[in-house]
């Protein structure tokens, strides 16, 4: 597979802090990586450098070829060719003022192709979404915001797609919708993706390789498939008692 994404020698921040301090890792076209780690060891920090809405010290990051880290975050989602990012972040960041299908039509990339990604596409993959179309935002529950946020992120028809703990919060239902649609996007559409999780367990089954974080550096990269089978090593790099 192709090199998608490549960082290197990455130090960012808020403000004067450092929190990823001299990180480099790699994505292969159609892999999928689960980012793993405890709170505040910068996973979050990481996915929102790669956006660009942190502070860079250091380091250079390249998506498919091109240098992006001088880039602005709306350049970095619509600025190549052949995509670039599509974000789901936290706060989700629904647009509670507009319908489903206004949250959606509203940042669609046209792109040609039997595999590309528009509202209808969403709606298949979403039935909820689709029955709630023209809902305001602000009248979704929680679960549908986050189906919707997904689904935002996938019109832009992303050449890599971030997701920063989608599942977190949500009811057990909703969690094996969001799971199923995951498990669709990376494992049958082949979408490159970076998952954010605090739960292993949920993530592993679908990703190519793991990469857990620890005080903003990479302290462990092994196979997905691997990991799975050594539930102490993980329950130590997680910090599990």
Not at 15 to 37: F, K, N, W
Not at 54 to 66: E, P
Not at 187 to 209: F, K
Request: aromatic share 4%; net charge neutral.
């Amino acid at each position: 597979m192709t090199e998608l994404l490549r960082v290197e020698g990455l130090v960012a921040g808020y403000g004067e802090a450092v929190v990823i301090q001299g990180l480099s890792l790699s994505v292969r076209a159609g892999q999928t990586l689960a980012l793993l780690g405890r709170n505040g060891t910068g996973k979050t920090t990481l996915i929102n450098t790669l956006v660009g809405t942190t502070r860079r010290f250091a380091g250079q990051i390249w998506l498919d070829g091109q240098p992006i880290e001088g880039w602005p975050s709306h350049r970095r989602v619509t600025g190549l060719t052949k995509g670039g990012l599509g974000w789901v972040p936290q706060e989700r960041g629904v647009f509670k003022s507009l319908t489903v299908h206004e949250n959606l039509s509203a940042v669609a990339r046209a792109v040609h192709g039997v595999h590309a990604w528009t509202p209808q596409r969403v709606f298949a993959l979403f039935p909820r979404l689709a029955e709630r179309r023209d809902n305001l935002g602000s009248q979704l529950s929680g679960g549908e915001q986050q189906m919707l946020a997904v689904g935002r992120a996938l019109v832009v028809n992303p050449s890599l797609l971030l997701l920063d703990e989608p599942l977190e919060g949500l009811a057990p239902i909703i969690v094996q919708e969001l799971l199923a649609a995951i498990r669709h996007i990376t494992r049958e559409e082949g979408l490159s993706t970076i998952i954010v999780e605090q739960h292993p367990d949920l993530v592993l089954a679908m990703s190519d390789e793991a990469v857990v974080l620890e005080r903003g550096q990479i302290v462990h990269r092994e196979r997905a498939s691997i990991l799975r089978t050594q539930p102490d090593l993980l329950q130590r790099l997680m910090g599990v008692e």
